[in-house]
């Protein structure tokens, strides 16, 4: 059965920066990426900005079948991902931060996540170098949504 548990982000393969001239909105999480190789990802709570990060091979919403209707693409794939994902972020428990069930972002390779302060990233204004947080606060604790077998699959060490 999945819980939440704590885990570091590095073993989940999230990236923890401050984004060089937006340090006052708080960390960002970098989803991964063919740079970050990592099979997680998120939902981030609408209250609090909390992310909770799940293993995608494991989720039964995310993984199910591409109904025939939605097999072509176009109007009926479209919404048929929209009503997956929102399915999927009604189906998490709440969040551990504030106790709410207002997931309202789904993050995953393609989609950014909020900075801690809830303010969006935006590729053009919030551009320039990097600047990656010391080893120390590298690995924070970050919540993961799972379950044993699927801790011991990915070989998490849970906090």
Same mark, same amino acid.
């Given at each position: 059965m999945r819980s939440l548990h704590q885990v570091s982000a590095s073993q989940l393969g999230i990236g923890v920066w401050y984004q060089k001239g937006f340090e006052q909105n708080g960390i960002l999480f970098i989803r991964p990426n063919h740079y970050h190789p990592s099979e *997680?990802? *998120? +939902?981030? =709570? +609408? #209250? =609090? #900005?909390?992310?909770?990060?799940i293993t995608g091979r494991n989720d039964p919403i995310l993984n199910e079948e591409l109904p025939e209707y939605a097999v072509n693409g176009g109007p009926l794939y479209r919404n048929y991902i929209e009503n997956n994902t929102k399915r999927f972020l009604n189906s998490l428990l709440s969040c551990p931060h504030c106790y709410q069930q207002a997931y309202d972002l789904f993050i995953n390779s393609t989609i950014m996540p909020r900075y801690q302060n809830g303010n969006y990233y935006s590729l053009e204004s919030d551009l320039g170098p990097n600047e990656e947080m010391s080893a120390k606060v590298k690995d924070i604790p970050v919540w993961w949504y799972g379950d044993q077998a699927e801790a011991k699959r990915l070989n998490l060490k849970l906090l």
């Open positions: *997680g990802m *998120g +939902a981030q =709570c +609408a #209250n =609090c #900005n909390t992310i909770v990060w």
